[in-house]
Every structure is written in C-alpha cells, then in structure tokens.
C-alpha cells in the first residue's frame, strides 16, 4: 500500500505515468524532422504510454527553452493550457522541470503536465563556440551588436580569453579538482569506460564500440585534462514525460514513478558558474554545484544516498560525474576519484549503479531527458541494465550556470 | 589581419562595448595599468563591476590601482582548434587569475597566458597581467611569467 504525501510539501503527492520518446540519431540524421516535430511525436507517445489522450494534457514545465508551448499546445491541440512555465538557464533545469510539474499539479493549477526535451543539431550546435571564433576584430568600429553601446562585460573578457566551449569551462574545474584532491584521469577513464560498458549492452545507445584504457590515453586531448572521451557525443531526438497527481497515476496504464522530493537552485555566487563567470567562492569551485540542491532534495524526500538504488547524474563531461558523487554524498568532497576507481559506480559489483544506460557520454545526449527515461525504466523493473530490486532513482539536471537540479524518484 | 602566433589567441573585439560603469578598467588598461572597482563601503573588489557589491550590496565603488600581479587559479590547454583559423594558434593556456592584493573569487580574470610552456604550466604559478593594444578603444587583458 502507498502512503499518502507528506501534506508539508509536495513529497509523493505526483508521480511520472509516462514516458515517450523518438529514436536517438547521430548529429543532424534526425532531418527532415524539426525539433517541434520530435517533441510532439515524443510528446504522443509519452500520452499513450501514460493510457492519456491530448485531452487530458493541460500543463508545460520545461526547461531550457526546450519548446513553445504556445506552438506545441496549439499544434496539438490541446483544449486548455492551464500551466505554461519554464526553469531559467540551461540543463541545469532537466530533473528540476518534474518538481516544476510537481509543484503545478498540487497547488491545482494543472492536473496533467508534460516536461520534453527536443534537439536537433544539424543547424545549432550546443557543444561549438559560444561566439565565432575569428582571428580579427569582431565588434567592428566601436559599434556593437548589442546596441547602445553596453555589452556583459563578461562576454567581452570571455571573448579576448580563448575560452570558448563548454569544453573549456568544465576543464577549469576539473582542473581544480584535480589540483586539491589529486583526482587523476585515470579517474575520468573509469567514469567514460563504465558508462560505455552499460551502453555496449543498450540497443538504442549511440556509442556501442568497447573503450579500454589504452583508448582513452590515445585519445585526442581536445582541451587539458579532458580528452574526446571525457566530452558528451553531439546527438538529436526528443524525450517526454507526463507527470500527474499520485492518485491519479494509481489508475492509469503504467505503474506510477513517484516524485519524492525536488529541488532546484544553487548557492547564489554559484551564479552562472561557467562560460565566462568563475567566481564562486573556494569552497565549492571544483564542485559540481549541487550541493544545496542535493541537501534540499533529501530533506524534502526523508532519504539520503545510501537509500539510492541507481543514480542517472548529468555527464555533458566526465569529470562532473564524480563531482556530483561527492556533492549528494556517495563519497566524501574529494573522494570522487578513488571513489569511482574502486569500481563504486560499475553495474556489476559496484555500490551505486551509474549511469546506467550508459549517460550522455554514450548512449545519447538529449540534454538530460534520457536520464529521466532510464530512471522510469529502472522504476518500472524494465530497464536493459536493471538494477535488481531498484527502489529509488535519482536524476539530476546539470552542472551548469544556476539553476541545477535534483529529483528523487521511486516506485 | 594580425599575424597569427602559436600559443597567442587572437583578439577579436575592436572595442570593449563599456558603459560609465566599466569604461575605466579599459582606460587604464590603455594606459597600461590595471584598475579594478572597490567597493567604498567594505573594500570588496568586483570584477567585472557591477551596480552593487556582492558582499554589502553598497552601491558606491572606486577605481582602485592593482600591481596586476596574480597566481594562476585554474587553467585548460586548448589543443583542438573550435575554429579553422585557430589550427595555427592551438594549443594555447586560458585560465583564471586570482590578482594579488585582492579578496580572489569576485574579481577573478579569465584571460590568454602566453609566454608559457603548455606542457609545464600550473596552478599557482606567479603571472603578470599585459595589455595588448588592438585598436586605440581597446587593449586585451593577457596574462605572462611574472620573474619576481
Ligand atoms: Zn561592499
């Protein structure tokens, strides 16, 4: 028997009833779709996998701009929009939309809400420069592309740095990490191999070739210390998921996923963290942010790690997957390396599952969404790399600029 | 077009685009000098500046004069060009320097480091900020070997 929510907060009083997505494609193989095009088939198939109709939809909680609802709903056809609302900021926001959804549902603004992510990136290319690249002057003559002449002037040091790319960013932090704790990239290899050995077993993984250790050394390194392996693949497709109230769940075609605790957010001089920021205090620089979200989430969900089962963990790089080990408490702040190195993190004969559908790293990257789904399978007892007897899921959205993001699910 | 360097990431504003707010970082630097906003009412450097300070959230601020000096903080060596024109400029250091005579986090400055040996350089080297003049309203903030 489920028990009933905390009336407190919103703990256990939603559950995901769905999940829909599109297959993953390799960068731009997903044309002549479009990106709203994905996200409605996704959108579908997550109503139908839920026994719901566009009729009972009445409810967006995205993030990072993923669509228009006003587009979505009306292409649809969706009767009402009742709830229309996104997280600021990037993929930090994937595991927080579902407690955006959550929040919705019992405050009673909506009864059924989608959260879905779609990309495409033949024409945009999240992973590129942030700004062209170009060997001479940009701005051009004291005028700017911005008008009235004001610019963030962080963008402008970030344009005379060299500092282009996520890439970039996330190799200043890992950089750090490395620096206080000794992490190696020997430790980052264990974080890329284990995730690949979870996607050489998953049919709808994008990057199924086996990777040894003498695979990562060989590797390119793109910007020290990470290498080609260390970054996520560029990939399209699109995944949803409805989320609605716990009573309502109960009844419907799938066993409910239930959203024990969420939270979103961050330390406020964890600011936009990357790109051209990198001003968070010594204490949480080589971190993945998540710290205060982690603590919030647990409190809210009355667990803590050693009551996870499996953890889907944001990985755009590998390095931030041991950060986040250390930030919701599976190691100590430090320990991230040897952590993982111990085979913690391995499917088989680890302590908590990783990853285990082998993450952006290889599987696929949908911005966050394909750890949503992973979770619901693992809850579901249906997953291709099924943690026996799997409880309790945690997601995560980001490291990123703040918001980011944590969701406890269970079954 | 300015001849390309190996290790030196080419400018690529002509103008910093400031405001009333910003100008006078880049005045100095013009002048070669490194001046970073203090806020007058606890001494919190902010940089970039802003209307108000992170720590006291006052709003009056004061150009102050730095030696521009500082310890590397953390860094990444870009090898993969992100675009053509960079195949003959990679790899190059960025990173982030921590100014002496400064609070650190608040008014860190990301920036090129040249002068180094990719394969050598660390965190907490010593470094000496440089400014590049690129056109006569802009001169790029880099970063070289502090001798002592
Ligand atoms: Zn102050």
Redesign the interface.
């Known amino acids: 028997m489920v028990q009933e929510g905390d009336a407190a907060t919103m703990k256990d009083q939603t559950a995901i009833a769905g999940i829909g997505y599109t297959p993953y494609y390799k960068r731009g193989q997903s044309l002549p779709q479009t990106e709203t095009e994905m996200a409605c088939k996704a959108i579908l198939a997550a109503l139908a996998d839920a026994g719901l109709t566009v009729h009972d939809l009445d409810g967006f909680t995205i993030y990072s701009s993923s669509i228009d609802p006003a587009t979505v709903g009306s292409i649809l056809g969706v009767p009402e929009v009742r709830f229309a609302a996104t997280l600021t900021s990037g993929g930090g926001g994937t595991a927080g939309s579902l407690g955006l959804a959550a929040a919705a549902i019992v405050s009673g603004q909506a009864e059924v809400c989608v959260t879905v992510m779609t990309l495409q990136q033949a024409a945009r290319r999240l992973g590129g420069t942030q700004v062209d690249g170009g060997g001479s002057g940009g701005g051009g003559g004291g005028g700017s592309p911005y008008g009235s002449g004001r610019v963030p002037q962080g963008f402008v040091m970030a344009a005379g740095s060299g500092l282009l790319s996520p890439g970039h960013s996330f190799a200043l932090l890992t950089q750090r990490h490395m620096k206080l704790y000794g992490t190696k990239r020997e430790h980052l290899a264990e974080v890329a191999i284990s995730q690949r050995e979870n996607a050489i077993k998953r049919p709808t993984a994008l990057r199924r070739e086996p990777l040894t250790l003498d695979d990562y050394f060989n590797a390119r390194m793109l910007s020290d210390p990470l290498c080609l392996f260390d970054y996520t693949m560029e990939s399209d497709g699109a995944v949803a998921a409805i989320v609605t109230s716990a009573q309502r769940a109960r009844d419907l075609r799938q066993p409910p996923v239930y959203i024990m605790g969420s939270a979103n957010g961050g330390a406020g001089r964890w600011g936009s963290a990357i790109f051209s920021y990198f001003q968070m205090p010594d204490e949480y620089f080589a971190s993945s942010g998540h710290r205060t979200v982690a603590k919030r989430m647990f409190d809210m969900a009355g667990v803590g790690p050693q009551d996870v089962d499996v953890a889907l963990l944001y990985d755009h790089f590998s390095p931030l997957v041991i950060m986040q080990l250390e930030d919701y408490g599976f190691c100590g702040i430090g320990e991230g390396g040897p952590f993982v190195a111990e085979g913690n993190i391995r499917f088989d004969g680890g302590t908590i599952a990783v990853n285990t559908h082998g993450g952006h790293l290889s599987e696929a990257y949908i911005i966050g969404m394909t750890h949503v789904r992973e979770a619901v399978e693992q809850l579901r007892g249906v997953a291709v790399n099924q943690v026996q007897g799997a409880e309790i899921a945690l997601v995560t959205g980001g490291p990123a600029g703040l918001p980011v993001s944590g969701t406890l699910l269970r079954r | 077009?300015?001849q390309?360097r190996r290790g030196v990431?080419?400018?690529?504003?002509?103008?910093?685009?400031?405001?009333e707010r910003?100008q006078p970082?880049w005045d100095a630097a013009l002048a070669g000098r490194l001046s970073i906003a203090r806020c007058d009412a606890c001494g919190t450097f902010v940089f970039?500046?802003e209307p108000f300070c992170?720590t006291c959230q006052g709003d009056a601020f004061t150009y102050t004069d730095l030696p521009g000096t500082g310890t590397i903080?953390?860094?990444?060596?870009?090898?993969?060009?992100?675009?053509p024109?960079?195949a003959d400029v990679v790899p190059?250091v960025?990173?982030?320097v921590e100014l002496d005579g400064t609070q650190?986090?608040?008014?860190?400055?990301?920036?090129?480091i040249v002068d180094v040996d990719?394969e050598t350089v660390q965190?907490?080297d010593r470094v000496r900020i440089r400014f590049d003049r690129?056109?006569d309203?802009?001169a790029?903030?880099?970063f070289v070997p502090d001798a002592g």
């Open positions: 077009m300015t390309l990431f080419p400018a690529r504003l002509t103008d910093p685009m400031a405001d910003t970082f970039p500046a992170f903080y953390t860094f990444t060596v870009v090898r993969h060009p992100l675009a024109q960079l190059y960025s990173g982030v650190g986090a608040g008014c860190r400055v990301i920036a090129n990719p965190i907490g690129i056109t309203t802009y790029v903030p880099r």
